[in-house]
Every structure is written in structure tokens, then in C-alpha cells.
């Protein structure tokens, strides 16, 4: 994984906010994390118990800012109070949220998705990768003095069908109308709310996902910059969002694939 970062500067400085699901240095938050620092940002980290907080800890360290870390399973209300109580503590208000977090069980990222797709596996999906941006934006707004950016990260399986995504692709489906209900609310507030949904990255949310190389394999060939997506680009996507590069931009989806969700048919030698 490339670990470029744009030029440094000012895009960010005067913003603060809040980053949810940095679990390694592959993390596609961390990719966003490392962008938005590099521009002045200064930042929140939540994490998901003592294990990430010891892995997430040294990275956060290393940014140019001085970062602060809270706990949040983004399952646990007190968990979710206590953060946001963190940084209202720490800041008296917020400026972005990026949400990039996502949860399936392995069982439930292969096979039929009709056959495979239980009760619990439904909600703990929707819970996890939908409901919990809902939850967080709820919590964020209000923080947001002076309006705001909030950007949840999705995929195309929201859109069609991709084999094995199975409730995951349900999940984002119901993040990315999320999104826009939640845009809704807040525009007149001065606070935009977008997704980027990102062609195949390798990260352990990927690697839970049955089949990942092959999506890696035909993400690299179908699309139309016949290259694998690139963290560089995500996260260059997120810095507009969050940026005042983004104004007016609220309740979209922002395709960054390499072009791959526009394609139809894969390429054929022309026999006319
Ligand atoms: P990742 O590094 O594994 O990040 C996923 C994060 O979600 C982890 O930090 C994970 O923490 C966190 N999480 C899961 N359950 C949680 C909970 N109950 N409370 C708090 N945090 C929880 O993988 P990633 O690929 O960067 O994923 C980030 C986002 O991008 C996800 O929404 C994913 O669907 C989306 N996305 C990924 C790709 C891709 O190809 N990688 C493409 C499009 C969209 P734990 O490690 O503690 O579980």
C-alpha cells in the first residue's frame, strides 16, 4: 500500500474532528487520518478496546498533530455518550466525522446470501455499518458550531450485487439512503453529509470477505484505469469532502474506483 500523502498545508487547519476505525496502518481511516494532518487538521481517534488502542496508539503518535484517543464500540450507548462527552470536554465543539467502520460475520461474507444471511447476522450488520453513522452524526451535530462535514466510507455492493458481500452489501445499501436522510436534516444546519464508495483496498475488513483477491483481481482488470484503487485517492477524496473545497457537495455518494462501478462489460477484442 502506497503510503503517500499529499503535499502538507492549510486545507484543514482550525478543524478538529473526530476519526472512527483506524485498526492498523492499512486502515482506510488511517489513510484519511494521515491526509487530513498533513493539512493542519487536529484529531480525535475512537477505538474498539485495549487490544486497538495498543495497536492504534503508536501510529496516532506519529502524526504531526497532537492527537487524543477515546474508547468506542460503536454497539455500546455509554460508550458512544462518554466519547462524544470526551471531546466535548476537550474541544467545546467538532468541525468533521469520518466513519469507517464496518462489521459482518465471515459466515455471513460467503455463499448464498439467502441461505446464509441469519437474524443476527441481519442486525448485527445494519447495526454496526449503518445504524452506527446515524448514531454518531446524531451525537456530532450538535458539536458542529459552525456547520461541518461528516464522510462514511461504503462500496459498490451497496448498488449490485457482488458474490459473497451478501449483508454486507444490505448493510451499506441502507448507509448510503442514511446518508442522504441525514443530509437532509442537516444542510439547512450548515453540515454537509457524504459517502465515498472505494473500489477493493487490502485491509482486515477486506480480508474477512470471501473471495477478496478475486474482487482485487477484476477491480484491477474491468475498470477503466485498469489499476487497483489507490489510498492516495480515497483519501484525497475525503480531504474535499471535509475541506471547504467541498461546499455545496452534500448527499453524494463519490465513486473513487478507478471507474470500475461505470463499467458494464468487461473488455472485448472489437471482431467487427
Ligand atoms: P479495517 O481497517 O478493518 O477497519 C474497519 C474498522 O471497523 C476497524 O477499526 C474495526 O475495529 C471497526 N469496527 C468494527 N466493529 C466495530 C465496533 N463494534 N465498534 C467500533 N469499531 C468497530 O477495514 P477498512 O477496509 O479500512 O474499512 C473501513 C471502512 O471502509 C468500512 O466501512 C468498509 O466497509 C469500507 N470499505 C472498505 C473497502 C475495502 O476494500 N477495504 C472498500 C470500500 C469500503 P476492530 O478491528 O476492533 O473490529
Redesign the pocket.
Known amino acids: 500500500m502506497s503510503e503517500e500523502v499529499f503535499p502538507a498545508g492549510e486545507l484543514m487547519k482550525g478543524k478538529r474532528g473526530l476519526i472512527?476505525?483506524?485498526?492498523?496502518r492499512?486502515?482506510?481511516?488511517w489513510g484519511i487520518a494521515r491526509q487530513l494532518a498533513a493539512q493542519g487538521a487536529e484529531l480525535c481517534f475512537?477505538?474498539?478496546?485495549e487490544e486497538?488502542e495498543r495497536r492504534v496508539r503508536p501510529l496516532v503518535e506519529s502524526l504531526p498533530c497532537e492527537p487524543f484517543m477515546v474508547s468506542?464500540?460503536?454497539?455500546s450507548d455509554a460508550d458512544m455518550d462518554a466519547a462524544f462527552a470526551a471531546i466535548e470536554k476537550k474541544w467545546g465543539g467538532m468541525d468533521f466525522l469520518v466513519?469507517?467502520?464496518?462489521?459482518a460475520g465471515k459466515e455471513e461474507l460467503q455463499g448464498s446470501f439467502v441461505d446464509k444471511t441469519t437474524r443476527e447476522g441481519f442486525r448485527r450488520a445494519m447495526e454496526?455499518?449503518a445504524f452506527?453513522f446515524v448514531d454518531a452524526g446524531r451525537r456530532a451535530w450538535p458539536l458542529m458550531n459552525n456547520g461541518g462535514s461528516m464522510v462514511?466510507?461504503?462500496?459498490l455492493g451497496a448498488e449490485r450485487v457482488v458474490p459473497s458481500y451478501n449483508v454486507?452489501g444490505v448493510a451499506?445499501a441502507a448507509l448510503e439512503a442514511s446518508t442522504r436522510y441525514m443530509a437532509r436534516d442537516l444542510g439547512p444546519k450548515g453540515i454537509r453529509v457524504n459517502a465515498i464508495?472505494?473500489?477493493?483496498?487490502?485491509?482486515?475488513?477486506?480480508a474477512g470477505i470471501s473471495g477478496g483477491r478475486a474482487l482485487m483481481k477484476t477491480g484491477r482488470e474491468w475498470s477503466m484505469m485498469k489499476e487497483d484503487?489507490r489510498m492516495e485517492g480515497i483519501a484525497g477524496a475525503a480531504l474535499y469532502l471535509l475541506s471547504d473545497l467541498g461546499h455545496s457537495c452534500t448527499g453524494e455518494t463519490l465513486h473513487v474506483d478507478a471507474g470500475f462501478h461505470a463499467v458494464a462489460v468487461p473488455d472485448f477484442a472489437d471482431e467487427e
Open positions: 472512527m476505525g483506524v485498526a492498523n492499512n486502515s482506510i481511516a475512537s477505538y474498539q478496546g486497538l468506542a464500540d460503536v454497539t466513519h469507517a467502520i464496518a462489521f454496526i455499518s452506527s462514511t466510507l461504503t462500496y454486507m451499506k464508495s472505494a473500489g477493493p483496498v487490502r485491509t482486515l475488513a477486506m484503487t
